[in-house]
Structures are given as C-alpha cells and as structure tokens.
C-alpha cells in the first residue's frame, strides 16, 4: 500500500505494547519502521528499468526477513533517539518488529503480489482485498492513532484496529461476490476462463475490475456486487473490452528469442502474472491488461517499449500512463452511484 498507510499501521501495531506514556514514541518508530520495507525501490539501475520491478516488494517484505529488517531499524534508531527519549534497546527493537511485520501482510492484501515467503518460494501473493490507496481504511484509523498517542488511551487504539480488521473483511467479501459475478458473466458469453481476477478499483472497494483469460483473449469488465437474490448474485455491471492475448512469435516476428529484450518481456511477464498484451496506444509495447484507472476499460497504467533498432543486449524501455486522471477520477466517482 502506500507509504502513508504502511506507515499507520505500523505505528498502530507497535502501539500495542509498552507502557500508555510511551503511546506516541511507540507510534513515531512503528511508523518509520512500518514504511522502511518499500526502501527496496532504490535498488534500481539507470541501464536496466526492470530490475526495480523484480526487487520491490521482494526481499524486504518477506516475512522470514522481518527480524532482520527490525534489527538493520532498531540499529539506526537507537543512537539518534534512545538517549533523548529515554528508551532501551529492547523497547526500539520490538516496536520496529511490530512496525517492520505489518509491512508486507498488508501488501499482500493489495493486487500487485508480495513475495511474502521469499527465498523459500517466489510466488506473488495478492489477495486482492484492497486498493494500493482507499482513504475510507486509512483516513479513520490515522485520526484513532494520533487520539491514542495524545490521549494517552489504547480505546481509540483498539477500535482502529477493529476499523482496519472490519474493513479488510468487508473487502474480502467485496472481492468473493465479484469472482461469482464475473464467473457468472463469463458463462453468460459461453467462456470458460482459464484464469478469472477480481481487483478493487483505486481507492474504493464499491466497484471492481474482473479480469479473466481464454484461449485466445483477456476479457476486462467492471461490477458493484449487490446482495444475493436465490441463488443469484446480483449487481451493476460495466460491459468492458478484450484483447488478444499476447504472443511474441506473431506480434513481434523480428525480435531473437535470446536477446535482451525478449528476456525482458520474460521478466515483465512474471511480474504480471502472464497478463500481458499489446498496448492499444503503441504497437512496440507490451502492457499488463490488469490495471486501468477506469476498471472496465483496457487503458494500461504502465507498459514496457520494445524497439526493432536496439542491438542483442540492450534492455526494453519502462513506461507509465496517467494521461486524464482527473477526468478517469471523476467517472470512476460517479460509477459508485450509477
């Protein structure tokens, strides 16, 4: 999630410990030790755009690192604060493990995949059950954080915590009504997927993108689950588009199999799930179908740029889009009512 989020749950975890009058000390180093995971976006190279790809959200947020990472955040903060606050070694250190473990379970509640039991397995968990931003879970457990660490009470503390876990909850229900949704689309149209996602939406859990695969196509839509009539779920449906799968031997007949840039898209691939298909702006790029600001649309957010001219080792170009968000911002508002 964002860093502002993974920052408040950190300071909320690590505020379940110690004594009430160290609330606010136990929250600043939660906070900072919550956020430290996602300093794995400065390994990166100026030659190589994927390799901060496949180092985010990997190392880091594994669960089997969180002592080690508690540990490199304790030994920053306890020469600059332990004198002045007054603080042991073992008191920074248990709430920068508080802080440090919420990091990457709360990633993996997003859609982008958290390689959660890393070294041990390099699958991607994403259980889908959030927005990487949604102010509705941040905004209301920030505000019982900052009244836990001033009142110097763990009540507003405790019902952040209830807030958080009800609506992770209420999202997880979100997510398991739009999967019969879209499965119940794709029988309607005679498909059978191989694969079908539903994802949350940007920074709400009312209305859903539902990806599911073919033989041959993606096929994207968006959904507002309702409630259950017999046996029937029901709910507001955004008809959406399709794409053709890609497929590098007939989109990209020029490209050697052993270059760089066909090893990229390997790579990309990965990072992707296998969601790739041209980008409908540029016949040279290869998009992950997965994301758009507009669920039912296929307008990728980001993409990777091959090249005909680039010679056996050079490496693809990394893009984003965030072309109209505004207008995508309003459209998406107005779909929660509609």
């Known amino acids: ?35 430290a995971p996602d300093l794995d976006v400065l390994i990166r190279s100026s030659t190589d ?27 920053v903060f ?19 493990f508080l802080g440090f473990a919420t990091h990457g379970l709360l990633d993996g509640c997003t859609s982008y995949g958290t390689l959660l039991l890393w070294p041990i397995t390099d699958h991607r968990f994403s259980w889908d059950i959030i927005s990487v931003i949604d102010p509705l879970f941040t905004l209301p457990l920030l505000v019982l954080i900052l009244l836990t660490a001033t009142l110097k009470s763990r009540r507003y503390l405790w019902a952040g915590l209830v807030w958080g876990a009800v609506y992770l909850g209420i999202g997880f229900i979100q997510h398991e009504r739009a999967l019969v949704i879209g499965h119940q689309l794709a029988a309607e149209r005679g498909h059978q997927p191989l694969r079908l996602e539903a994802k949350p939406s940007f920074a709400n859990i009312m209305v859903w993108k539902l990806v599911y695969e073919t033989e041959q196509k993606f096929y994207v839509d968006a ?5 259950l009539s017999g046996q029937i779920l029901t709910g507001r449906v955004w008809t959406g588009n399709s794409t053709n799968k890609l497929n590098l031997a007939r989109d990209f007949l020029w490209l050697d199999p052993l270059s760089q840039q066909a090893k990229d898209v390997q790579r990309f691939g990965k990072f992707s799930s296998g969601y790739l298909g041209l980008d409908p702006q540029n016949s040279m790029g290869i998009v992950d179908i997965r994301y758009s600001l507009l669920p039912h649309q296929i307008a ?16 693809v170009n990394y893009f984003t889009r965030r072309e109209n968000r505004l207008s995508s911002l309003k459209k998406l508002i107005a779909m929660f009512g509609e």
Not at 85 to 92: D, E, M, N, R
Not at 223 to 227: D, E, I, K, L, N
Not at 300 to 315: C, K, S, V
């Open 223 to 227: 959904v507002r689950p309702g409630v």
């Open 300 to 315: 990728p957010l980001w993409g990777i740029q091959l090249a005909e001219t680039r010679t056996y080792g050079q490496h």
């Open 1 to 35: 999630m964002d860093p502002i989020t993974q920052g408040i749950v950190g300071a909320a975890l690590a505020q379940t410990k110690g004594e009430t009058k160290t609330l606010a000390k136990a929250g600043i180093i939660g906070a900072l030790a919550g956020m």
């Open 78 to 96: 306890y020469p600059l604060i332990a004198n002045r606050w007054q603080l042991s070694f073992k008191a920074i250190y248990l709430w920068s």
């Open 49 to 75: 755009p994927l390799l901060v790809l496949e180092y985010h959200r990997q190392f880091t947020h594994s669960l089997l690192f969180i002592p080690f990472g508690a540990l490199i955040c304790a030994l």
